[in-house]
């Protein structure tokens, strides 16, 4: 994974440069016209002019025609772009593809393909592997306690029966947060407000959800509201342009606020059906950036109750536990009706998703696995167990 601003002077401090602006009321300016950008940055997602058809999640595997790499496509030549792995096949091959190299699948997978013996061990090594996988200590004792139980009734002939119980009760746990994206095509438009801690992949996700959108016949508009660095606000315009979404923005230090109110207006002129803001990254501790959220939010909702009609909370799935903080910061600010965990690839350990679906029961509503547009998936609670703990484990 690449880090953008290590080396570019013009970010260093950016966190520092502005302040929340005190006052509630939006300015009412009219909004600055798209600048052509140097396409220099290119840490956003890139989406090709003419995009091929979305692949069903269920559909066979097959590489989808795109440029190997996000950065590729957004013509960079970076060499360090090219590291960047290939998409995931469509389907649950693309989940299993992405995901078999967390802990969850490793440990887990690990302990049952030992062929256990059904006894306490067992239970206390898989106690073990989910705790280490991130899950939790509250969601953990729930899954262990009741596989407890249910041995102690023999309800389980041997090992593999209480894999199959396990799986059936991570799903289990899964399943009241799989409550995908309901587009409103009345809203016109729905509006998204992401949010989330600096480098969880907010702007990649937006990108990516603009790519999803536009291919189901949306007309998108999105909101630069990351307005602590010029190049955040440069590099959705830049992007903007490549692919014919409106961008609309204020600049650097322009008030974030004002800036979605703004883009609002500019959206709901133009006919579009959905506007998505960016929003900077901010730690869940820094009390003046949080307060600014909540007024992003406020201001947007002058334009009419419900609005915005989603606040996007994006979640790093390499967290670990800090995510659960984290959540709990954001949603005590602005309440939060979605949430998108994101690198779930890699080195996630994958359990931080039942630690947060036990906690908050907050709609899961994509899970990204990879860097490239078309690496965000439609949360799927079946796809991702199997993934994590293959039903085939123990036969
Ligand atoms: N491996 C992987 N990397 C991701 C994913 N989503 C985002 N990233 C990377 O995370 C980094 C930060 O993303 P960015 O969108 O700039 O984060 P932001 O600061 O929250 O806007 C970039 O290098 C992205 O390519 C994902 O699902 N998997
Ligand atoms: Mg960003």
Known sequence: MRVFSDNRPHMV????????????????????????????????????????????????????????????????????YAHAAPAASAGKIGWRERLKGSSFAKSLGGLFSRNPKLDESLLEEIETALLTADVGIKATTTLVEDLRTRMNRREFADATALLAALREDLIAMLRPVAKPLQIDRNARPFVIVTIGVNGVGKTTTIGKLARRFSQDGHQIMLAAGDTFRAAAVAQLQAWGERNGVHVVAQGQDADAAAVAFDAYSSAKARGSSILIADTAGRLHTQGGLMDELGKIVRVLGKHGAGIPHEVLMVIDGTTGQNAISQLRAFNAKVPVTGLVVTKLDGTAKGGVVFALAREFGIPIRYAG???????????????????????????
């Open 13 to 80: 401090n950016w966190f520092w440069r502005k302040k929340p602006a005190e006052s509630e009321k939006p300015v009412e300016q009219p909004t600055a016209p798209p600048v052509t950008a140097e396409p220099v940055l290119s840490d956003i997602p890139f989406i090709p002019p003419t995009p091929a058809p979305a692949a069903p999640e269920a559909a066979a595997p097959s590489l989808p025609p795109e440029p190997a790499t996000l950065a590729e496509a957004a013509g960079n030549d970076d060499p360090d």
């Open 369 to 395: 696995i990879g860097e490239r547009p078309e690496d965000l998936r439609i949360f799927d609670p079946k796809a991702f167990v199997d993934a994590l703990l293959p039903e085939s484990l123990g036969q």
